[in-house]
């Protein structure tokens, strides 16, 4: 029996605990995809990774495996005295037996080898996990939403070839999700092969532009212009929000730029939502009548206001 590295293969320590196998596996995977990847032999790589990640994520198999001692791969080797004895029930050869067949028998507990040692049995074959991108509208984020996804997702065939086979799938938007948030919907990736299991669908979340509002993690952004009496002298408006338009109090003496918030107005959580930040602009009529120009005449020649008197004081600082 030849011997195989199964550490080698995923690239880790024999010391590497589970989540690190794990991790490089899933690593690998999708690097070797034989439905993706451009690398040579992928598909070998991608059944050498899957190979030795089915020992390796198993404690008692990789007990087992661990016991067989170090050797070079490709090499003949004999399990050590006594692990027949300690990990499988009945005799047989190891005559003729993969490294793979020998570890499909074990698993779950059992102790029975499954199948004859020239009967290989292929190995178990995990699904793998996909991520797509996926736009939706503001106020379906602020509502959440259901989708119907038409995706195109490889699948293993009774031949054990990869294909891309159509898949609808209904995937339920939560309310409150953010842009860039990554929702998992378990066993809705790539299915597994030789009872693997099925990877998980991840949807990355792309809240598309508003026409109105901007949107920073839970908070939303809105410009609210003023006219320069409203400014001046405060006023009541009417703001809209996704929940319904609501009447927001601007202060005498407002000045632009300033952020009026509107607290939990932005995208829902329970115990953490979101707030509409209203900023100022103040917005100056293109045109004015005859009427309009003589009062701002009146008003210029009455107010003492100087919007740029901090100049002559740093001037004064330079000199």
């Known amino acids: 029996m030849k011997y195989k590295d199964y550490y080698a293969a995923l690239g880790v320590d024999k010391n590497a605990s589970a989540d690190d196998i794990k ?20 598909k070998e ?22 016991q067989l ?35 499909a028998g074990l698993g779950g507990g059992a102790r029975g080898f499954r199948g ?29 939403t259901t989708l119907d996804l038409n995706l195109q997702i490889p699948q ?7 294909r891309r086979t159509p898949h609808t799938i209904k995937a339920r938007i939560p309310k409150g999700v953010t842009d860039g948030e990554r929702l998992r919907l378990p066993g809705k990736g790539g299915k597994g092969a030789n009872g693997g299991r099925d990877g998980d669908l991840y949807l990355v979340i792309h809240i598309a532009p508003h026409r109105l509002f901007r949107v920073t993690g839970r908070d939303l952004y809105l410009d609210l212009p003023l006219a320069p009496w409203e400014a001046v002298l405060g006023t009541t408006v009417e703001i809209p929000t996704l929940g319904g338009s609501v009447r927001l109090r601007v202060r005498p003496g407002t000045q632009a730029g300033q952020h009026l918030r509107l607290a939990k107005r932005g995208l829902p959580k329970p115990d953490s939502e979101g707030d509409l930040y209203a900023i100022v602009q103040i917005a100056v009529p293109a045109s ?32």
Do not use: C, M
């Open 116 to 144: 004859s040692a020239h009967g290989r049995r292929d190995v178990r074959i995990p699904g793998e996990d996909y991520e797509i991108p996926v736009q939706i509208a503001l106020e379906q984020a602020f509502h959440g």
């Open 69 to 103: 001692g170090s050797h070079q791969a490709g090499q003949e080797f004999r399990p050590p005295p006594g692990w027949e004895q300690q990990f499988q029930q009945g005799g047989f050869s190891f005559d003729d037996l993969d490294l793979s067949d020998l570890f």
């Open 288 to 319: 004015v009548n005859d009427r309009e120009r003589e009062l701002y005449t009146q008003l210029s020649a009455a107010s003492s206001f100087d919007p740029r008197s901090h100049f002559g004081q740093e001037t004064s600082s330079a000199a």
């Open 23 to 42: 991790k490089a596996y899933r690593k690998l995977a999708r690097k070797y995809h034989p439905d993706v990847s451009k690398e040579k032999d992928a």
């Open 45 to 66: 790589k991608f059944q050498e990774v899957s190979e030795a990640y089915e020992t390796l994520k198993d404690r008692e198999k990789r007990a087992a495996y661990d």
């Open 156 to 162: 293993y065939g009774a031949d054990g070839q990869l």
